[in-house]
Structure formats: C-alpha cells, structure tokens
C-alpha cells in the first residue's frame, strides 16, 4: 500500500497483489464504481450493487451525499460512483477478506491523516497564541502610557482582540492605539 500525498492519489494494492486501485482523493472523500469495489472486494459485481443498495435503503447513509454520476468512455449511460463512506460500509457488508484488509489500510490511511492535521492545527494554535501575546504586548505597553481606563473598558478590548480572526488582530490594535494616540 503506498501514499503520494502530494498528487492526492492513494494507491491500494491487496496483500497477495492481485488487486491495485488508484484512489483519487475528491472533494475530500475517495470515489469508486461498483465495478472497482467488486474488484476490490472480490466479489461479484451484483453483490455489490445489492450492497449498496441496501446501505441508502436502511438509511445508512443518504444517496445525495454519496453518489455522483459520471460520463465513462464506451458507456452509454453515465456511472455511478460512490464515496469512502458507502465503500467501507460495502466492505463490512461483503464479508470478504480483501474487505477486511481494504478497511484495516483505509483506517491507517484516515489516522495518518488525522494525525497531521493535528499536528498541522496545533502549530496553527501555536502561533496564534504567540500572535496574540505580541499584540497583547504592544497594546499593554500602549496603554501603560495612558491614564488608567475602566475594567470594563479593558475587558471590553481584551475580549474583542480574543474573539476577532487572525488576519483581523492586527488591525485592531492599530486602530486602538491611534486612538488612544489621538486621545493625547
């Protein structure tokens, strides 16, 4: 099983490497015919289809967030592809032991992600933190050179710099120290 990141393609290869799908990373999910998923699961392609239909006809999940058709070269009518959710829904319905090992990569796959995008927030986190001290910092020492303002007033400033985005803090504290420049 090998990873390119980068390309946003994920390549599933079976332990006894008879099975190799190219998954295409879309719209933040991975998208498969029932064609693919009968490869994948080894089984046939009418078992599959049964599958699926059983996963939106027990409202599992709903078909119009994890279907989309689309137009295949030599078919008449456009086909049907469905999202990770339906295919792993699809592999524990099967009962095959390429589902088991499609579900056990696809779950490593999903920590990966979710591992860096922790890793990924926390530094976020991190330096919004340190942001915000130095705009804490710069109208500390703003305000220090001021007659004393109401707790309120503080708190007011405080909170208003906390609760703003990112890109908005900076602005904020330049507003507020023009006008306690223009107060003097």
């Known amino acids: 099983m090998t990873e390119n990141l980068n390309d946003k393609i994920i390549i599933y290869q079976s332990e006894d490497g008879k099975t190799q799908l190219d998954v295409k990373l879309e719209g933040e999910t991975v998208w498969l015919s029932t064609r693919q ?3 994948l699961f080894n089984k046939e392609e009418s078992n599959i289809r049964r599958h699926v239909n059983n996963v939106f006809k027990e409202a599992e999940l ?3 967030n994890n279907v989309h058709f689309l137009h295949v070269n ?3 009518k456009p086909v049907p592809y469905y999202t990770l959710d339906v295919i792993i829904s699809v ?3 099967v009962h095959s032991q390429r589902g088991v090992r499609f579900r056990q990569w696809a779950n490593s796959v999903l920590k990966q992600y979710l591992v860096k995008g922790y890793a990924i927030n926390e530094n976020i ?3 919004q933190i340190a942001e915000l001290r130095q705009l804490v910092q710069v109208v500390g020492r703003t305000i220090q050179q001021q007659p004393a303002k109401s707790t309120d007033e503080s708190n007011a400033l405080t909170l208003m710099i906390a609760e703003s985005k990112t890109e908005e803090k900076d ?3 330049k507003v507020v120290v023009n006008l306690i420049n223009q107060a003097n």
């Open 125 to 127: 986190r991190k330096q």
């Open 37 to 39: 998923m009968a490869e």
């Open 91 to 93: 592999g524990y319905r």
């Open 171 to 173: 602005i904020i504290v």
């Open 62 to 64: 709903k078909r119009e």
């Open 74 to 76: 030599g078919v008449k």
